[in-house]
Antibody
Framework: EVNLLQSGGDLVQPGEFLRLSCAASGITFSNYDMSWVRQAPGKGLQWVSSISAIGDLTYYADSVRGRFTISRDNSKNTLYLQMSSLRGEDTAVYYC?????????????WGQGVLVTVSS | DIQMTQSPSSVSASVGDRVTITCRASQGISSWLAWYQQKPGKAPKLLIFAASSLQSGVPSRFSGSGSGTDFALTITSLQPEDFATYYCQQASTYPITFGQGTRLEIK
C-alpha cells in the first residue's frame, strides 16, 4: 500500500521560513517524480513544484520560484519543500503527490495534506 | 501558461442521473489530461488519466473523452458518494495547471 506521510505544517509570520517533509512508503521512491500541490482555503488546486526521480530536474510555479525549493533524499524515501519569504497568499493546505510521469503523467497518490498558515 | 476552463462551475443532479462536465484547454494538450474528485477535507482522488484511461479501483460509471483542447468527464447513474468537486488538470507541459473545479451537488 502506497503511503505519503506529510509533516511540517505550521503557523508562521510573513517573511519566515518553513520546511515541509513527505515520507513515502509502499513504492520504490527513487523511480518516481514527485510534486507539491496546494489549495488555499475555499479555493481550487494549484500546482507548486515538481522534481524528477533522481532529483536532477526541478520545476516551479512562477508564484513560488526563487522562494521555494523542492528536494528529495532517495536514501530516506523523503520529499521536501523548503519555503522562504513566506507571504499571506502562501496560506494553503499543501499536498505531497506522487507523479507518475512515465505512465500517463498522473498524480496517482496524494498525501494527507498539511496546513501552512502565514499570518502576523 | 495553458489555461484550463471547466463548465459548469456547479451542477445539481439526482441519484441515478447522468452528468457531463467539460474542460477546455487554451491550447492543444494532446491527451495529457486527468480528472480528480475531491470531497471536503480530503485529498483529491485520481479518476481518469490520459484523457480516457480509468484509474485502477475507480468505478466504471466514470468515463473520460476528448483530445486536443476539448475534454469531458461523464458520470453515469450518479451514486450518493459521487457528490463532490471535480477538477481537470493538464500534464502536457509545465507549469501544470488545473481547472477551477466543478461542484456536483444533490438536487
Amino acid at each position: 500500500e502506497v503511503n505519503l506521510l506529510q509533516s511540517g505544517g505550521d503557523l508562521v509570520q510573513p517573511g519566515e521560513f518553513l520546511r515541509l517533509s513527505c515520507a513515502a512508503s509502499g513504492i520504490t521512491f527513487s523511480n518516481y517524480d514527485m510534486s507539491w500541490v496546494r489549495q488555499a482555503p475555499g479555493k481550487g488546486l494549484q500546482w507548486v513544484s515538481s522534481i524528477s526521480a533522481i532529483g536532477d530536474l526541478t520545476y516551479y510555479a512562477d508564484s513560488v520560484r526563487g522562494r521555494f525549493t523542492i528536494s528529495r533524499d532517495n536514501s530516506k524515501n523523503t520529499l521536501y519543500l523548503q519555503m522562504s519569504s513566506l507571504r499571506g497568499e502562501d496560506t494553503a493546505v499543501y499536498y505531497c503527490v506522487k507523479y507518475d510521469f512515465l505512465t500517463g503523467r498522473r498524480f496517482d497518490y496524494w498525501g494527507q495534506g498539511v496546513l501552512v498558515t502565514v499570518s502576523s | 501558461d495553458i489555461q484550463m476552463t471547466q463548465s459548469p462551475s456547479s451542477v445539481s443532479a439526482s441519484v441515478g442521473d447522468r452528468v457531463t462536465i467539460t474542460c477546455r484547454a487554451s491550447q492543444g494538450i494532446s491527451s495529457w489530461l486527468a480528472w480528480y474528485q475531491q470531497k471536503p477535507g480530503k485529498a483529491p482522488k485520481l479518476l481518469i488519466f490520459a484523457a480516457s484511461s480509468l484509474q485502477s479501483g475507480v468505478p466504471s460509471r466514470f468515463s473520460g473523452s476528448g483530445s486536443g483542447t476539448d475534454f469531458a468527464l461523464t458520470i453515469t447513474s450518479l451514486q450518493p458518494e459521487d457528490f463532490a468537486t471535480y477538477y481537470c488538470q493538464q500534464a502536457s507541459t509545465y507549469p501544470i495547471t488545473f481547472g477551477q473545479g466543478t461542484r456536483l451537488e444533490i438536487k
